[in-house]
């Protein structure tokens, strides 16, 4: 089955450590995308990219670091600048192909909690 | 820039009830148009989409949804809500940029308690 995949489900980190959320895509999608979610907030848009080797900030970057190696791992990292990282973590994928807009396809999601 | 304003935080309705959750956007050309569901710690499932053409939209699990240009909205409806329905609710509007792809823009959601 096609789909988009998130790991782990639960991460727990101490306060200074930086932790690597991971995507996963099989659908062949070139652009891939990572959310934050809040409470009431809706998903605020951290990094998005389009292509292997290439990203872009969305807007709430800062704290936050991307890679994107292959085409279908899209790993968002956490680092110790980010304030207050305690949060629901969306990774999502779409086509690109066309002229069309093409919808995005979204995992289940990691819950970080910092202690 | 768009933007997407869902008016009502919480819902609560009664099953069996109809349901109508509101959304309005501010969007300059033609918005590309989203509803998403969300149950408890779960990813976000699209229930329908509009892009063009009739703007009654029917989506899964029996929600429909009307595209009104001149009120800049885009509310939610189903006529029988269902225990199971209960669930975060997000609208979007999409907009494809040559640099940027396909960006969304998320409303902040509309959380929806059914009453037995």
């Known amino acids: 089955d096609g789909g988009i995949t998130q790991s782990p489900k639960y991460l727990f980190r101490k306060e200074g450590q930086n932790v690597t959320l991971s995507c996963e895509q099989n659908?062949?999608?070139?652009?891939m995308y990572w959310y934050r979610q809040d409470p009431g907030q809706g998903l605020r848009l951290i990094y998005y990219?389009?292509?292997?080797?290439?990203?872009q900030k969305g807007d709430i970057a800062e704290g936050y670091s991307v890679s994107r190696e292959k085409k279908e791992s899209f790993p968002l990292t956490v680092t110790s600048a980010q304030k207050n990282p305690t949060a629901f973590y969306l990774c999502?994928?779409?086509?690109?192909?066309?002229?069309?807009?093409?919808?995005?396809?979204f995992g289940p999601g990691t819950r970080l909690t910092v202690l | 820039a768009q933007s997407v304003t869902q008016p009502d935080i919480h819902i609560t309705v009664s099953e069996g009830a109809s349901l109508e959750l509101r959304c309005n956007y501010s969007?300059?050309?033609?918005?590309?148009l989203f509803w998403y569901v969300q149950s408890p710690g779960q990813g976000l499932q699209l229930l329908l989409k509009?892009?063009?053409?009739?703007?009654l939209v029917q989506g899964i699990k029996g929600f429909e949804a009307e595209f009104k240009r001149s009120q800049s909205s885009f509310n939610l409806r189903k006529p029988s809500v269902h225990w199971s329905d209960a669930a975060e609710y997000f609208c979007?509007?999409?907009?494809?940029?040559?640099?940027?792809?396909?960006?969304?823009?998320f409303g902040g959601g509309t959380r929806l308690m059914v009453k037995p």
């Open positions: 999502a994928s779409s086509s690109l192909e066309g002229v069309a807009y093409n919808e995005q396809f």
């Open positions: 659908l062949n999608h070139d652009a």
């Open positions: 990219s389009q292509i292997v080797n290439d990203f």
């Open positions: 969007y300059g050309a033609t918005p590309y």
């Open positions: 509009y892009f063009s053409g009739d703007t």
């Open positions: 979007a509007v999409g907009a494809r940029d040559n640099n940027a792809g396909n960006m969304l823009t």
